[in-house]
Antibody, heavy 122, light 107 residues
């Protein structure tokens, strides 16, 4: 059974940067797309970014395009999200989620981590 | 981008009753790539249904999904105490988008 563990959340000032990591275990990491999904306090789910199993294709929500960068290291079973130029509206719990296939589209999220809280505030 | 609208926003029911949740898409969802997730307070979402009507591993058969094109439904045939939660639909055919959620609360 797949397990995902996020790390790297915390308090950061507006305009600052933060790097989130997701460590995966229990499945063949390189065979599956991975995504970041966030949830602002008291709000619904918002997909943020996705990366294909090989790492060759990346995708972003319009709200983070140009500011966030997703990457993965299949040799270490890890995925990362580099977040720059952070804004107050980026405040949320960020979940790492495993896709059910190699490509993000056509894949559901069948495993989720417990999330890491990012707070953007001065 | 496909926008998903869930209704009602809140559903107040008693244990043992039937719950019917709706998810409407702004355009047709390709290949019926529509999923449903359950989220309880302080927990990550859990996949319930994929491809509009297929139950995920370990999901009880009181949960069922139906629909196609732009109109989809999640039905919980008889609510158990652990079913009171927030439910989200998600389309994964064209980009990845979630509905706003339906809260199923105890009446």
């Amino acid at each position: 059974e797949g397990q995902l563990l996020e790390s790297g959340g915390g308090l950061v000032q507006p305009g600052g940067s933060l790097r989130l990591s997701c460590a995966a275990s229990g499945f063949t990491f390189s065979s599956y797309a991975m995504s970041w999904v966030r949830q602002a306090p008291g709000k619904g789910l918002e997909w943020v970014s996705a990366i294909s199993g090989s790492g060759g294709s990346t995708f972003y929500a319009d709200s983070v395009k140009g500011r966030f960068t997703i990457s993965r290291d299949n040799s270490k079973n890890t995925m990362s999200l580099q977040m720059n130029s952070l804004r107050a509206e980026d405040t949320a719990v960020y979940y790492c989620a495993k896709g059910s296939g190699k490509y993000p589209f056509g894949s559901t999220f069948d495993y989720w981590g417990q999330g890491t809280l990012v707070t953007v505030s001065s | 981008e496909i926008v998903l609208t869930q209704s009602p926003g809140t559903l107040s029911l008693s244990p043992g009753e039937r719950a019917t949740l709706s998810c409407r898409a702004s355009q047709s969802v390709s290949s019926n790539y529509l999923a449903w997730y359950q989220q309880k307070p302080g927990q990550a979402p859990r996949l319930l249904i994929y491809a509009a009507s297929s139950r995920a591993t370990g999901i009880p058969d009181r949960f069922s999904g139906s629909g196609s094109g732009t109109d989809f439904t999640l039905t919980i045939s008889r609510l158990e105490p652990e079913d009171f939660a927030v439910y989200y639909c998600q389309q994964y055919g064209s980009s990845l988008t979630f509905g706003g959620g339906t809260k199923v609360e105890i009446k």
